[in-house]
């Protein structure tokens, strides 16, 4: 029973303990080294393949369908016959593409997706690595599509492609300045960027103390992987599929997997930030609950991010930016500029986290700057309506 | 076989003292300009010397508030009967007062023998370029004074004008049919040789080094079928956006001319296969006032409900998939609107036994009764409908991205919707209360209390909000009906189209030759010519018929409201972004068999 209880670890000791029999010390250090780092980097894989259900499942069931209901019990193999379908596929590169830059595009974005995963922590003392810059590298690593996504646009010698690729510029670099400042602010409060240590240090969940900051952070992020409302980069309607629309086969794959790779990454980062990572109750007794709490608070974002694309049109170029450099970055900025202020309010030595009163302050502050936010937007739509002829509306 | 049929006759026209009629003022005003004036089933037809054309068109727009180009059309009369080698072609147009609803035709005999000329009126009616395009396509005619005259549906090679009558039915060379001998075999593979007479125009693209030039279509997921947009790009913005089409032209009217008017039935199914329904009732609407027959109350009724049950089913594919083009394929609503139409198609399929290409409607009534469960279907869909529109503008109306996205986008005025010939919820939504089942009642539309919803901004979210409204009228139309639905027959007793009944065959051999020539031959309307258009869900449907006195067309254009409105694309597009263009064709709600039909 004891045993259970801390199961995960308890279970990574005695196969520490296993092989340490029969290996030294580098040995065993090496073996785990692969073994974590084939866990991480299979996570993308694993994500597509269990999100892609999940996603056709509740997209199916908004839009009143069954989804797949074909292949296995209530359709949970359906991602397979779908990826031995894109195996099996003829692999086109275009006449006229930049052949290097077009290949190493999806191997790059597959690649950041994966790396995204080293920092996550599943649980206590769960992590891939508890960098002292965690919270940075994400943001780091969450460039690095950047750059995958302008040189798949670029080289595939296409015009929706090339479109595709202006729109990620100007969107993926727009909505980085949010995410870094709503990043920023829970990286003050908790005082640290170790994301093992972000979690240890919420007492209570930051959703519930600096709503701003999750809010900021969700959309930006939903905008950094090109979910809807923001799926600009993509979008069917109009620029086909945006940036990979000449990618066939395999190579098609690997952009399938780093989008749900990084979908199942932003709910995870979303979940460490703001909702309290693994913590949940009897976790101290047991702390193998965690994972499990962890990964239900991530599904549960990620329901969030899929009914918003079942239910919400989509913006346009102008009014997402416009979104992000008008409502998303002033916002995040007088946050940040209240937390700073108020964590220096009765400031304790050597203080680990914020305490209650700066909390609750926190928490004031945040919903006057949602107050503040709404009235603007609701003035700035009815001027707008104005301007088209429809006062009043 | 010729046998005459004694229908033949035109009934004479009342004629007493009245105020002087349209055609009076103007043959008052123009003494030169008009030659003659014909009436006919209740329509003038002016004919007017091709110099005085547009002075008369003018006066008609600016003094008379014939403000509607409705119909521009032409008729090659070379295997006419009666034609002694006058003018062989004749443009025709038909003029609608939005106003009145009164409605005025000019015809016009063209001179220049085999290559004929006519002055072009696009600079009266912006909507005139693409009508006046078609006839030069399909008829060869030229408009002096066209700013853009070059082929429009076929491709620029093209050898000939189809429709004039001493082209064939699919009479263009077709290489296989060769032998090797052939010297025109070197033509092998390239199955559309150059023509001598048209000069190819190559598109105009401006500037093409600064701007990017971007296809969108003939495959792309949002242009609704097989529609080609060349949009010139400058970054995101459209700087101008050229629909490209022709690519489903079916020849139907070539095809309408060489068989029987009953057998052209189901080709209208096939233009606007959206909405069946609406181009069946305008069909046979049109070859019974050729004909002069009145249909049975009970058919009357049932055809406006089966139109505004189409009329809901084609706003319901409007809807889904004009979010879908705002939101992507995963917008719920689409899936929504769709399982509303499945039911809107199983009433059809239990009426017609066909879902999709009806024919339900037919010339002479309805193909056979409805059975008894069609009403408690139907009321089955006014029970439901009302709450499933609410649940549809929760979700969507007040959402803010929409309103984002809808508002302000693709606007175009009142003045430029009666330029462009656009008509249906687009003219409606930029304030135009200008509706046929209002202005122009046909199959008892008057009897029925109903508003037309008539916005003032003109952008896609008025046109959104219109067409919604309309689904609710169309439901208090369908109510009404169902209320009202009258016994009796649902086919006409007149026997110019009406087979005799069978008891009747057994006594009297003129009915019985009468029965063998109705099934051998068709019906045979008079000689003559009309026009009739409805409201078809897109806008107006219009069909001009020119009858020779034989159970086959001369003459059958159909007056499209996909390809009138779709001209307006450019304006409404231009300065916007593509994602706006996007939803400019979506709000237009084209269907492509209507527009190349």
Redesign the interface.
């Known amino acids: 029973m004891d045993y259970l209880r801390n199961f995960f670890v308890n279970l990574a000791r005695s196969w520490t303990a296993w092989i340490g029999g029969f290996l030294p010390d580098w040995g065993v250090n090496l073996v785990n080294y692969l073994v974590v780092g084939i866990i991480l980097v299979l996570m993308p894989v694993i994500a597509t393949l269990t999100l892609t259900w999940m996603e056709r499942k509740v997209?199916g069931r908004?839009?009143?369908?069954i989804g797949p209901n074909r292949v296995g019990p209530w359709g949970i193999f359906q991602a397979f016959a779908d990826a031995v379908k894109m195996l099996i596929k003829e692999d086109i590169v275009p006449s006229g593409a930049d052949k290097p830059v077009f290949n190493l595009a999806p191997i790059l974005i597959a690649g950041a997706a994966a790396l995204l995963w080293a920092v996550v922590p599943f649980g206590r003392g769960m992590i891939g690595q508890n960098l002292n810059i965690g919270a940075l590298y994400v943001v780091a690593v969450g460039s690095i599509t950047t750059i995958a996504v302008i040189m798949a646009g670029w080289s595939s010698n296409n015009?929706?492609a090339l479109?595709g690729a202006?729109?990620v510029v100007a969107q993926l670099l727009s909505y980085e300045i949010p995410m870094v400042l709503s990043i920023a602010t829970v990286v003050l409060v908790t005082g640290t960027m170790r994301m093992g240590d972000i979690v240890e240090r919420q007492v209570a969940p930051f959703i519930v103390v600096l709503p701003v900051a999750f809010i900021t952070y969700l959309l930006a992020a939903a905008a950094e992987t090109g979910r809807?409302?923001f799926?600009?980069l993509e979008?069917?309607?109009?620029?086909?599929a945006g940036y990979f629309v000449e990618y066939s086969g395999l190579k098609f794959g690997w952009f399938y997997i780093a989008e749900y790779g990084n979908l199942f990454a932003i709910a995870a980062i979303t979940t460490t930030l703001f909702l309290g990572g693994w913590r949940g109750p009897f976790v101290s007794v047991a702390p193998a609950l965690g994972p499990f709490y962890f990964v239900i608070k991530s599904v549960a974002v990620i329901f969030v991010l899929m009914w918003i694309?079942?239910?919400?049109?989509?913006?346009?170029?102008?009014?997402m930016l416009a979104f992000a450099w008008k409502v998303l970055v002033p916002a995040s900025l007088a946050n940040l500029l209240w937390s700073a202020i108020v964590l220096q309010i009765g400031r304790q030595p050597e203080q680990l986290g914020p305490t209650i009163v700066q909390m609750i302050l926190l928490l004031v502050g945040n919903v006057a700057i949602l107050a503040v936010t709404g009235l603007l937007l609701g003035r700035a739509?009815r001027r707008?309506?104005a301007?088209?002829?429809?006062a009043g509306a | 076989m010729t046998l005459v049929n004694d229908s033949t006759t035109v009934p004479a026209e009342p004629t007493a003292a009245r105020p002087p009629t349209v055609g009076e003022q103007l043959a008052a005003r123009f003494p030169n300009a008009i030659l003659g004036a014909s009436t006919f089933r209740g329509d003038t037809t002016l004919t007017v010397a091709p110099t005085g054309l547009t002075d008369v068109a003018r006066a008609l727009r600016d003094e008379l508030g014939f403000d509607h180009l409705s119909n521009l059309s032409s008729t090659d009369w070379s295997r006419y009967r009666g034609y002694a080698g006058k003018e062989r072609f004749s443009t025709i147009y038909h003029f609608t007062s939005t106003r009145t609803g009164e409605r005025i035709g000019l015809k016009v005999f063209a001179p220049g023998g085999d290559s004929p000329a006519v002055p072009s009126l696009a600079a009266l009616w912006a909507g005139a370029n693409w009508p006046e395009r078609e006839v030069y396509d399909l008829m060869g005619i030229k408009f002096d004074g066209h700013p853009d005259l070059r082929r429009i549906l076929l491709p620029n090679n093209w050898p000939n004008h189809p429709l004039r009558k001493d082209i064939p039915r699919g009479g263009e060379t077709v290489p296989f049919s060769m032998i090797w001998e052939d010297e025109e075999f070197q033509s092998f593979g390239k199955q559309i040789v150059e023509a001598k007479s048209v000069q190819p125009v190559p598109p105009k693209q401006a500037d093409a080094n600064k701007h990017m030039i971007l296809n969108m279509g003939p495959q792309h997921p949002s242009t609704h079928g097989v529609l080609r947009v060349v949009a010139e790009l400058d970054g995101e913005t459209v700087v101008a956006a050229y629909p490209d089409i022709g690519y489903l032209h079916s020849g139907f009217e070539k095809q309408g001319e060489t068989i029987r008017y009953k057998d052209f039935l189901p080709y209208t199914d096939r233009m606007d296969y959206v909405s069946a329904m609406s181009n069946n009732l305008g069909y046979s609407l049109a070859v019974e006032k050729l004909m002069g027959v009145e249909i049975p109350p009970r058919a009357q009724v049932i055809r406006v409900i089966c139109a505004e049950l189409q009329r809901l089913a084609s706003h319901l594919v409007w809807l889904g998939t004009h979010i879908m083009d705002a939101a992507g394929v995963s917008h719920a609503l689409l899936m929504y609107t769709f399982r509303e139409r499945e039911q809107l198609s199983d009433i059809f399929e239990l009426i017609s036994g066909a879902r999709l290409t009806i024919s339900y409607i037919r010339p002479g009534g309805v193909w056979k009764d409805v059975p008894p469960s069609f009403v408690e279907r139907v009321q089955d869909v006014l029970k439901a409908f009302p709450a499933r529109i609410d649940e549809y503008e929760r979700m969507i109306t007040e959402n803010p991205v929409w309103l984002g996205r809808a508002r302000g986008v693709g606007k175009l005025t009142a003045e430029q919707c009666l330029s462009l010939g656009v008509t249906g919820p687009l003219l409606r939504a930029s304030g135009v209360p200008f509706d046929y089942r209002k202005a122009r009642p046909y199959s008892g539309y008057e009897n029925y209390d109903f508003k037309v919803p008539v916005m003032t901004e003109g952008d896609t979210y008025a046109r959104y909000l219109v067409r919604l409204e309309e689904m609710r009228q169309s439901l208090r139309i369908i109510d009404q009906a169902l209320k009202n639905l009258p016994d009796g027959p649902v086919w006409t007793a007149d026997r110019k189209m009406a087979l005799p009944p069978r008891q009747e065959l057994d006594t009297s051999m003129e009915a019985l030759i009468h029965h063998f020539k109705l099934m051998t031959e068709g019906f045979v309307p008079p000689m003559g010519e009309v026009y009739h258009s409805v409201e078809n869900p897109r806008g107006e449907l219009g069909f001009y018929l020119v009858s020779d006195g034989t159970a086959v067309p001369y003459r059958l254009h159909v007056r499209a409201p996909s390809f009138h409105n779709l001209q307006a694309t450019d304006t409404m597009a231009r300065g916007s972004l593509i994602a706006d263009l996007v939803l400019v064709i979506g709000t237009i709600d084209i269907v492509l068999g209507d527009v190349d039909r």
Not at chain 1, 309 to 319: C, N
């Open positions: 997209i908004i839009q009143n369908r015009k929706f479109l202006f729109r809807a409302p799926d600009l979008a069917d309607s109009e620029i086909v694309r079942g239910t919400w049109p989509r913006f346009r170029i102008d009014q739509a707008y309506a301007q088209h002829g429809w």
